[in-house]
């Protein structure tokens, strides 16, 4: 089974703060994803990555970053965060598939609380 | 642009009853990726089926079908006999060949015993 892990479930941080959120994979997938979930509008796409140091933005980039230095582990980082990030973040990874997409498989979530 | 529409916010039946959601998208590819999860109170998202747009055969899992219709961009997923542990909200979602994953709103669906 893949297994995907997030590093915590929930998180609490103050406005301004650095954040990092990490996401690990056991299953030697070459693409990885975050997005974040927020009522209403579905699972909206931040990052992804096709390979180690390589990143590439979704459609909500402004206000996050993010870092894949090893194959298996791909970090969201909100540089400076704001309420109006507080959301729950998802993350997925996926094979590269010779055949077309392959299916994203999901981590656990963490529910972020921006104060 | 690629879009998903799930016009079924929420979904609430007694068990035993049959129950359909809607997924209605666009895409201008040719080539396509439809995928259904399932998000249990929990929050992990949980892999129901994948299609890619050349395979219209519909498909039947247990008590899970989907059908999925190129003429009307249509992907919908019927439970039928529906059971309280089937109570989540379920995301309808399109890739094109880059992984660029595109959800809906997501329906929940309350199954009440």
């Known amino acids: 089974d893949v297994k995907v892990t997030q590093s915590s479930r929930y998180l609490v941080k103050r406005t301004g703060e650095k954040v990092f959120l990490e996401c690990v994979q056991d299953?030697?997938?070459?693409?990885m994803f975050w997005y974040r979930q927020d009522p209403g509008l579905g699972l909206r796409l931040i990052y992804f990555?096709?390979?180690?140091?390589?990143?590439e933005k979704g459609d909500i980039p402004e206000g996050y970053s993010v870092s894949r230095e090893k194959k298996e582990r791909f970090s969201l980082i909100l540089e400076s965060a704001s309420t109006n990030q507080t959301s729950m973040y998802l993350c997925?990874?996926?094979?590269?598939?010779?055949?077309?997409?392959?299916?994203?498989?999901f981590g656990p979530g963490t529910r972020l609380l921006v104060l | 642009a690629q879009k998903v529409t799930q016009a079924q916010t929420e979904i609430s039946v007694v068990e035993k009853e049959d129950v359909t959601l809607d997924c209605v998208y666009e895409?201008?590819?040719?080539?396509?990726?439809l995928f259904w999860y399932k998000q249990p109170p929990s929050g992990e998202l949980v892999f129901l089926i994948r299609?890619?747009?050349?395979?219209?055969q519909n498909e039947i899992s247990g008590r899970y079908s989907w059908n999925f219709q190129k003429s009307t961009s249509s992907f919908n997923f019927t439970i039928t006999a529906s059971q309280v542990v089937d109570s989540a909200v379920y995301f309808c979602?399109?890739?094109?060949?880059?992984?660029?994953?595109?959800f809906g709103a997501g329906t929940r669906l309350t199954v009440k015993p």
């Open positions: 997925a990874s996926s094979s590269r598939g010779l055949a077309g997409v392959e299916t994203q498989y």
């Open positions: 299953m030697d997938h070459e693409n």
């Open positions: 990555s096709y390979d180690v140091k390589m990143k």
């Open positions: 895409t201008r590819d040719t080539t396509y990726y």
């Open positions: 299609r890619n747009s050349f395979d219209e």
């Open positions: 979602a399109l890739s094109g060949y880059n992984n660029d994953m595109r």
